[in-house]
């Protein structure tokens, strides 16, 4: 398959589980990669209409989740085009709906995320195997069951393999991030249905919830999932839930929770090791059908010893340039090539971290917003890129939507000032730093 098709149909398969049914069907499921190319990528779509539609309203979420599958920001753009044939194969794998009657958008499940395709090494057998087993026999033993480990390293995918087997059985399986949970729950509050929410989560026999440490600090939040964590418990239900760090570290998250998570069985993903990366990466480059040699994977793996996501996203991004220039990847090539990946990826590890910490977006951060609080982000990632990573202050204006070098010189400087004088933003500062030493861990 061509790369950039390749490339837009995991994008798909991402966002199939990100937007709403409708939304997927309506919009998405009909469009294709048509090129992928160094600075823009180009989506293919039935008509001027989707394509309008596209990139007013969910322009910022693909072009993210583009970003996370090949590992550095690039534009989109739609343009219409037709395609040989209609990519109906991707929907194929949406459950049933049966049962649940309202948010039908929540229990599907990634194709790609099985458990024939997790590949599993020392770093992870554990989580593996358990997950398995309950997919198997769901609420016996390991219940609640609970993944953590830092970004990239499997976790949503183990929770859709858990989805995709015990569906497959005829059980019916919710799969829903934290972040959605929050959402949908603010919205049934609004429109008084947080009944009528909670009992979509009644008649099932697995609940998959991911990333539970996005609503350590709503109190809200948890108190609902708490009433349905109990609810399915008390069912016998089972609940499989993920985070990025072991309960104990999430500070905000209650001690009630707590206690019910340390009753079930709690267990780590840890980064893997050269020989489990290089499985990994054979078996997306058998996956994928690249042509690209041992010498150059292993090369990959010894290069990238970030997260799973990097390594694969590499190996896209790698793929799509050859094809696209038609040059061998040699190992001179690679070598160049992955410097280039590495330090736009350091860059944009500072400023999602950064917007993270300020509970921001990246599009404010590099919009025009001036309040105090986009302000200081914007000056805490200059301050960051500056000394973290060597960047120029024209490179860190380009970065921050073509900001002058003049302008970001002169925030750097009253950034070391502030730090200088001020004890708390010192203090936050080294926080950022830490986290983004685990970033670029592994
Ligand atoms: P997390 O939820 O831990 O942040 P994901 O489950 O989203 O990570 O994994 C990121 C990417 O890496 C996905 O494409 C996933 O398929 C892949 N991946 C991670 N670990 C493995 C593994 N052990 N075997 C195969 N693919 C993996
Ligand atoms: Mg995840």
Redesign the pocket.
């Known amino acids: 398959m061509e790369p950039a098709r390749e490339i837009w149909q995991r994008v798909l398969g991402e966002l199939q589980i990100q937007v709403s049914k409708a939304n997927y069907t309506t919009w998405l499921k009909n469009s294709h990669g048509v090129s992928c190319q160094e600075d823009t990528f180009v989506v293919g779509v039935p008509s001027a209409f989707v394509a309008e539609w596209l990139t007013k309203r969910l322009h910022s979420l693909i072009r993210k989740t583009l970003a996370e599958i090949i590992g550095r920001d690039i534009d989109v753009q739609f343009t219409v085009h037709n395609q040989d044939q209609p990519q109906d194969d991707l929907v194929h794998a949406n459950q049933t709906d049966g049962g649940i009657s309202t948010k039908a958008k929540i229990d599907r499940f990634n194709p ?2 099985t458990f024939d ?3 599993v090494g020392n770093c ?1 057998h554990l989580a593996y195997a358990t997950a398995l087993e309950i997919a198997e026999n769901p609420g016996r033993t390991y219940n609640p069951f609970f993944i953590y ?1 830092s ?7 183990l929770l859709h393999a858990i989805g995709h087997k015990a569906t497959s059985k005829g059980l019916q399986a919710i799969y829903i991030s934290a972040d959605r949970f929050t959402n949908e729950f603010v919205l049934a509050i609004k429109q008084r249905q947080v009944e009528e929410f909670r009992n979509q989560f009644k008649s099932i026999h697995i609940l998959l919830f991911d990333d539970i440490q996005f609503i350590a600090n709503k109190k809200q939040t948890q108190q609902c999932f708490f009433h349905v964590f109990n609810e399915l418990y008390n069912n016998n239900c089972q609940i499989a839930i ?1 985070s990025d760090c072991a309960p104990q570290d999430m500070t905000l998250l209650s001690n009630k929770l707590k206690s019910r998570l340390a009753c079930g069985l709690i267990t780590s993903i840890e980064p ?1 090791d050269f020989d489990t990366r290089l499985s ?1 990466l054979r ?1 997306k480059a058998k996956e994928m059908m690249t042509s690209i040699s041992d010498e150059v994977l292993q090369l990959l793996t010894e290069r990238i010893k970030g997260n ?2 990097q390594l ?1 996203g590499a190996l896209i991004y790698l793929t799509a340039q050859a094809k696209l220039t038609g040059e061998e990847l040699t190992p001179q090539r690679i070598n160049r090539l992955l410097t280039s990946i590495t330090s736009k990826q350091g860059r944009k590890v500072i400023l999602q971290t950064v917007v993270d910490y300020f509970d921001l977006s990246i599009e404010e951060l590099i919009g025009k917003k001036r309040d105090r609080k986009t302000a200081l982000a914007r000056r805490a990632v200059i301050y960051l890129m500056r000394e973290e990573r060597n960047c120029s202050f024209a490179e860190i204006g380009k970065e921050l939507g073509n900001r002058t070098h003049v302008a970001i010189a002169h925030s750097y400087k009253k950034m070391a000032n502030e730090i200088n004088a001020n004890q708390e933003l010192k203090a936050g500062i080294m926080e950022i730093k830490r986290s983004l030493d685990l970033e670029s861990e592994g």
């Open positions: 790609r995320y395709s997790f590949i992870n480990g970004t990239g390293q499997g976790k949503t995918h993920t893997p990994i078996a799973v996501r694969e």
